[in-house]
């Protein structure tokens, strides 16, 4: 009974380390792109047929921070790239580019980082003036709520191409599984749970947002967001709205290899070489078993996830504000899900 979120992935991305808070110390960054491959300039990894360079590089140089002025390490190379289900997961990347290997730069500066809170209420407010300038994902979450009674999963797409929002409606499967787009301008998913699965999150889904951000264009990487709709108590009950959010990429991203390293150690059955899809498998299963021993699927996920430098929301009843859900530290309310109301 797992779980399983597919996603087609691109290239991956080094990141530098983020000394300062983004969202309240550092005033803006830099982004810089270059071609290890000396190519032409592209635009956020992409050639003018269309296709996608894998010696493009992205990093980002944060400003105005405490003071200080840009990061002092330099960007990590790009990971190999991921398959999807069947393919061969992320591995480390060859090294990132000296001064003297950056062929092709250009800066643009952006603003500061979103707070992931207002983020997520940019994603539900109304679209007044009809015109798409604002995500408006509020009609699709209440349509998909009537759907979590069906056999298999549904699901919609969220992109930003220059300012344009728009929304997909994703093939219905009936299966607990459901094909997510990754890269481009993608920066977004929302999917359901049928009742015959578990109300939260994946270790797949997980994956998902990695490759999310991963492969998404630089310009929509800081709104990556990925949603799920479940009942958490049967079909007479309220349907629950999640969002997880990526509080560090870089973090994230080695603690999803490490969650690979560890499975491999953990199953006999499985090698280096394993198929991504069986390591994937492994990880549902591992998951799932937690998910089993404890009613409240919100705790078990935080206590999974905890350390992997992720967050993880809930929308309220009529989808107007979230929560963000964390694990109480202090007695009495040790291991306890806090909800706290994004302001």
Known sequence: MTDKVSSTTITDEGLISDVFSK????????VTENCSYQNSLHTNGYLPNGNQCPGYEYDRFYYGC????????????????SGPSSGSGPTSGAGGPTSSDVD?????????????CSDLKDLIQD???????????????????????????????????????????LP????????????????????????STFPMFSWSDVYTLFNLHQNARAAVKDHVTFIVIANSNGAAAQPNIYAIKINDF???????????????????????????????DALNEDLGEEYRKESN?????????????????KANDDITNWNELTLGTDFPYNGTVIETPCN
């Open 23 to 30: 969202v309240t110390d550092c005033i803006g960054y830099i």
């Open 66 to 81: 405490g003071g200080s002025g840009g990061s002092s390490s330099g960007p990590s190379g790009p990971s190999g790239p």
């Open 104 to 116: 092709d730069v250009t800066t643009t500066t952006l603003p500061p980082l979103p707070d992931p």
């Open 127 to 169: 679209d007044t003036n009809n015109d798409n300038s604002v995500p408006n994902i509020k009609p699709d979450l209440e349509l998909l709520k009537t759907t979590l009674q069906e056999s298999g999963e549904n699901g919609t797409q969220f992109k930003k191409n220059t300012g344009t929002y728009s929304s997909n409606n």
């Open 172 to 195: 219905a499967t009936t299966s607990n599984s459901i094909a997510i787009t990754a890269g481009g301008d993608n920066y977004g998913a929302v999917h359901t749970h049928p009742l």
């Open 250 to 280: 870089r973090a994230f991203r080695n603690q999803i290899n490490n969650d690979f390293v560890n499975i491999v150690a953990k199953e006999k059955r499985l090698n280096i070489s394993s198929p991504i899809s069986d390591k994937i």
């Open 297 to 313: 699927a919100e705790k078990v996920f935080l206590e999974q996830f905890g350390n992997h430098n992720i967050s993880l929301y």
